[in-house]
């Protein structure tokens, strides 16, 4: 379906709307240059916003050329575009945006034998690893942003990451670039020799040597602009070689200008080279060939903590001597940060105490006897240059270093989770100094900052000399957009002093570019400039990026005239500094448009579209309350479209690591839409779920063959828009709290135990009470078989709120919380545990209620909310030796595949449930990293939203239990998932509490 075309906004350029008509002839991808489009596009991770003039998805190569064809010939710019994820601005330009993501994202070529790949810009980095792992291959340089950086875009900002002193730049590794040149022509670009380089500059070859090729006269010379690239290269190349030696520093590990750096007169000449590091300003790559790397064959860490930043960057010029393969930093407030994100804080088992800095140290070899003799060289080297203390755990368990490298890796949006408005910024983010200078530069950039009164985070690639420091500064105010440009200027000065440059790894951009002059000095920006204008003589790729330079207190996307509207919220976020500030914790880092790991965005996983991803939401939801899209208002359709598709997984509340909370934003952006707009009939069902199922249960089976009958199948699909392609839950007569009751009057008291442990309160959720007792049944016998004492926690509200809150009904909502609460806070009170079984019902009173309800008692209630695997494991000491289960009798018992709900994933984490099941003697446990099965409570049930919710489960859980082949059991503790897998899969699932109870022996 092809998207809007249409162009509105108050200052059209003259012909843009002809562009536009004549590029959606032109291309079979979608054109949009809508105003809401280039809101979601004005943005990336950097400090800026910049309203692109439209937006265009080529589908090929054909497409591209013809795309910037058009825009030549009607002048205006072109912004080449990956993910978006950028730092220093180059990917936000008053430009058409080509977005080379969405489908030119697969690998056209592989040579194993060879070591190289070829691939089309927009596919991801891991993607791209992903199949070269295969072949024991790998890209060596490897950019924190690999799942979601493209291909295109690692080259376009010549990125590298944490092992580049093994690896080098990604410009090291580009063999061939094919591309479509500034005024539409092709052009390829590989290594050839000095004398076929002044062939196609059209010049005399030294010697005069004729060019040949298999004995054949070579093709004739390029004409037109290839050839005049060609030319311009080779006389800069031949005539300032002196300009070239002078100008760049002497570091290796640097980003900025253009890279003459390499190019020698005699010496074979690959403009792909010149092109790495180019931000999309000169020409548009549409196809690279990259030279690929060994995988190690194995590593250990040794992770070594000090009491001061400087001891610890004093130690690494000593470590690097015994050859390490990285030495990555982490200060104390990246640390600190990262404890106050769940997600990320559960990965912390590699820290003791709280030093001031940590360096991960890594070597290769093929077995933890081998690394061993290594990394203690490099532990006493350590000891031997540090000014203090030294503490050291070594790490050979591949787990424990993943948990390192996940926390690391995050780095980036961590420091960002920083609430508030005084932010840690990037625009010094990776100034780069050789490592004997590193201590050196670095105290002295702390001065500069005390003197600014800007505290910072460092952190990252300490081995490279390349630290990411981020000042902490509020760009809403006038002082500290001043502070910004005057602590840039003066770190800019010590670069120029230790030998360093401004950029080691994030690209000139908005940031760098206007003190390229001063970091390269004249002559060689002069060049530069030469070589831009060279390949783009018209300036349309990507203008003032690299030369020619803004300011960087120019376009901010927080500027001290940027302000939002005011909104009265239901949820209470004192926390965040408010509703505008709970929406401003999204940074632009792009976690969320990651495809093969984790649950966030689901929806951004299928589609593929910035609209649906947790930042496009972001996004939308910003520039409508600062009023950034002319006649946008808060409460207009297309914001509600935006965010319609968020499943409210919370997955971004764990796995964005800014701690972006979408769910809770849609759920009080929804209670604003209904007051205005008025609550749909479908709206009040699904959001008064537990009633209607108290209904149905008090009728059934009469309400199950009506509900379930063609023709009320038919009227709920037609007119509620509940899909009937899926089935409904079944009612059960015997409700969990008639067999809690009945049980007590049958057996004396189902609540007592000889071996009483205690009190345990278990929720009886409206799915389990009344649509699925049995769960809850075998919850009781088996927590009763355990030792506790059992009691049916009351609902005075009628329910937990879950379904209530989302559908947007945030004040019934509140009014069952308020009475819950009221009810539970004396009961827990003496430390008896909440238990639940559903864990979007259970999640709700630990997450949301003291949200909506402030207070001690909500946290109290919340303290006392556990999930019935959280609290088994929590009592494993104490319970010793009743743990005893029985083993399989087939191999369906013998192997479980678990798939987690998403609430349980984001908020408690899937690891209890894992190691409660591995309880089971003589079985096999087996988690499916699957993301979101798709139907999100009630999400698949909604007719507008049943293929997507497909398409969802579809990508990995589907595939997952298909390959079981009818065997094993399928483990999942979420109602609405279990429905989603038996409607797409015919499998049936369980809940764990069901299996635990049946081989537990008693």
């Given at each position: 379906m ?6 509105s ?18 291309i079979?991808?979608?054109?949009r ?5 280039r ?17 265009v ?11 910037v ?6 002048g205006?710019?072109?912004?080449p ?14 430009a058409?945006?080509?977005?080379l993501?969405r ?9 194993p ?8 810009p927009?596919?991801y980095?891991?993607?791209?690893n ?29 990125g590298?990451?944490s ?9 090291d ?39 040949t ?28 070689q ?7 520093s ?14 020698a007169?005699?010496r ?41 930043l ?42 003791d ?44 368990n ?26 840690p ?15 050196d ?35 809403k ?30 690209g ?8 390229s ?13 030469r070589i ?5 003589p ?15 207190t120019?376009?901010?996307r ?43 965005c ?7 579209d ?18 950034r ?13 935006t965010?319609?598709?968020?499943l ?10 800014s701690a972006?909370d979408m ?134 509200g ?5 379904a ?9 909502a ?10 539970w ?7 008896d ?15 949301e ?20 695997e959280?609290?088994l494991?929590?009592?494993e ?22 798939h ?46 049943y ?23 399928i ?15 015919g499998?049936t ?14």
């Amino acid at each position: 379906m092809q998207a809007s075309r249409n162009i509105s906004g108050e200052h059209v350029p003259e012909g843009l709307r002809a562009l536009a008509a004549d590029l959606s002839r032109d291309i079979s991808g979608e054109v949009r240059f809508d105003d809401w489009t280039r809101m979601l596009y004005s943005t990336d991770a950097s400090i800026f916003q910049i309203m692109p003039l439209g937006v265009v998805f080529p589908k090929n190569e054909e497409e591209v050329l013809a795309t910037v064809e058009r825009c030549a010939a009607y002048g205006f710019p072109v912004l080449p575009r990956g993910g978006g994820t950028s730092l220093a601005g180059q990917t936000v330009n008053e430009a058409v945006v080509l977005d080379l993501n969405r489908y030119m994202d697969s690998i056209t070529r592989f040579y194993p034998e060879s070591r190289s790949i070829a691939a089309l810009p927009g596919i991801y980095l891991d993607r791209l690893n992903a199949e070269a792992a295969g072949s024991n291959l790998m890209f060596g340089p490897d950019p924190a942003s690999g799942n979601r950086a493209t291909i295109g875009g690692v080259l376009g900002n010549n990125g590298t990451g944490s092992h580049s002193i093994l690896y080098g730049m990604s410009g090291d590794h580009l063999k061939r670039v094919k591309a479509v040149l500034a005024d539409g022509s092709r052009a390829v670009f590989e290594s050839v020799s000095w004398e076929e380089a002044h062939r196609r500059a059209g010049l005399a070859s030294p010697g005069d040597v004729e060019a040949t090729a298999g004995g054949l006269k070579a093709a004739p010379p390029p004409v037109g602009l290839e050839m005049a690239i060609y030319r311009e290269v080779v006389r800069i190349v031949r005539d300032k070689q002196p300009v070239i030696e002078a100008g760049y520093s002497k570091h290796w590990r640097r980003v900025g200008g253009y890279d003459l750096k390499g190019f020698a007169p005699g010496r074979p000449l690959n403009l792909a080279r010149l092109l790495a590091g180019s931000e999309g300003t000169l020409c548009t790559m549409v196809e690279l060939e990259l030279g690929l790397v060994e995988r190690p064959p194995g590593t250990s860490l040794a992770v070594l903590s000090f009491d001061s930043l400087l001891s610890a960057l004093g130690t690494v010029p000593a470590m690097l001597a015994e050859s390490p393969s990285a030495i990555e930093l982490m200060d104390s407030m990246l640390l600190g940060l990262t404890r106050k994100q769940p997600e990320y804080a559960r990965k912390m088992t590699f820290v003791d105490g709280e030093p001031e800095a940590l360096l991960m140290v890594e070597v290769y070899g093929h077995t933890p006897e081998e690394r061993e003799p290594h990394l203690e060289r490099l532990i006493a080297a350590a000891r031997d240059a540090a000014t203090g203390p030294v503490g050291v755990s070594i790490l050979h368990n591949h787990e424990e270093q993943v948990n390192v490298w996940s926390v690391r890796k995050a780095g980036l949006g961590l420091v960002m989770s920083r609430r508030g408005d005084f932010k840690p910024l990037p625009f010094i983010e990776d100034t780069s100094v050789p490592p004997e200078n590193l201590r050196d530069y670095i105290g002295e950039v702390l001065r500069v900052l005390r003197d600014h009164d800007a505290p910072a985070t460092f952190y990252a690639h300490a081995s490279a000399g390349c630290l990411h420091i981020r000042p902490v500064v509020n760009l809403k105010e006038m002082d500290g957009i001043g502070k910004m440009a005057s602590i840039s200027e003066a770190v800019s000065d010590l670069v120029l002093k230790y030998g360093g440059a401004m950029s080691g790894e994030h690209g000139d951009g908005i940031l760098r570019s206007a003190l390229s002059p001063k970091i390269h000095g004249e002559e060689l920006h002069r060049l530069f400039e030469r070589i831009k204008d060279t390949f783009d003589p018209e300036g349309i790729m990507n203008p003032g990026r690299i030369v020619r330079g803004p300011s960087i207190t120019e376009s901010l996307r927080y500027g001290h005239e940027y302000s939002t509207i005011p909104v009265t919220t239901w949820f209470d976020f004192t926390l965040d500094g408010g509703f505008a500030r709970a929406v401003e914790m999204c940074n632009g880092s792009g976690e969320c448009r990651k495809l093969d790991s984790g649950t966030m965005c689901p929806s951004y996983m299928a589609t593929r579209d910035e609209e649906h991803s947790t930042r496009g939401r972001g996004n939308a939801l910003r520039a409508v309350l600062s009023g950034r899209v002319e006649n946008a208002g808060l409460l207009d359709e297309r914001l509600f479209n935006t965010l319609d598709l968020c499943l409210e997984c919370k997955a971004c509340k764990t796995e964005c690591p800014s701690a972006v909370d979408m769910t809770r934003l849609k759920t009080e952006y929804l209670a604003h839409w209904h007051h205005e707009h008025g609550v749909p009939l479908r709206t009040r069902l699904i959001g008064g779920i537990d009633r209607l199922n108290r209904l149905g249960s008090a009728t059934a089976p009469v309400s199950n063959w009506i509900a379930g009958s063609p023709p009320v199948r038919w009227l709920l699909d037609r007119l509620v828009g509940i899909e009937a392609r899926h089935s409904l839950p079944r009612f059960h007569r015997q409700t969990f709290e008639k067999q809690y009751r009945r049980a007590q009057r049958g057996n004396g008291d189902v609540s007592s135990s000889k071996m009483s442990r205690g009190t345990v309160h278990v929720l009886p959720d409206g799915f389990t009470n009344y649509t699925e007792p049995e769960v809850g049944m075998a919850t009781v016998r088996l927590l009763q078989g355990l030792g506790w004492r059992v009691e049916l926690l009351p609902l005075p509200g009628g329910t937990c709120g879950r379904a209530m809150l989302s559908k947007g009904l945030v004040a019934q909502a509140v009014s069952a919380a308020r009475a819950n609460i009221e009810a539970w806070a004396p009961l827990v009170e003496g430390g008896d545990p909440i238990i639940g079984v559903e864990p979007s019902s259970l999640l709700t009173l630990r997450d949301e209620y003291p949200a909506l309800i402030p207070g001690e008692a909500a946290e109290r209630v919340a303290a006392s909310a556990h999930l019935v695997e959280e609290w088994l494991l929590k009592s494993e000491e104490e319970l010793g030796p009743v743990l005893q289960f029985r083993s399989p009798r087939d191999h369906d018992e013998a192997h479980l595949l678990v798939h987690g709900h998403c609430h349980q994933k984001a908020l408690a984490g899937s690891g209890p449930l894992i190691h409660v099941l591995e309880w089971l003697p003589g079985t096999e446990v087996e988690e499916v990293d699957a993301g979101c099965c798709g139907m999100a409570g009630s999400f698949g049930y909604e007719k507008e939203h049943y293929d997507l919710s497909m398409e969802i489960g579809g990508q990995r859980l589907f595939p997952a239990i298909e390959a079981l082949q009818g065997r094993g059991t399928i483990v999942v503790p979420g109602t609405s998932c279990r429905h989603q897998i038996v409607d797409a899969t015919g499998r049936t699932a369980v809940h764990p509490v069901v299996i635990l109870e049946e081989r537990l022996i008693q």
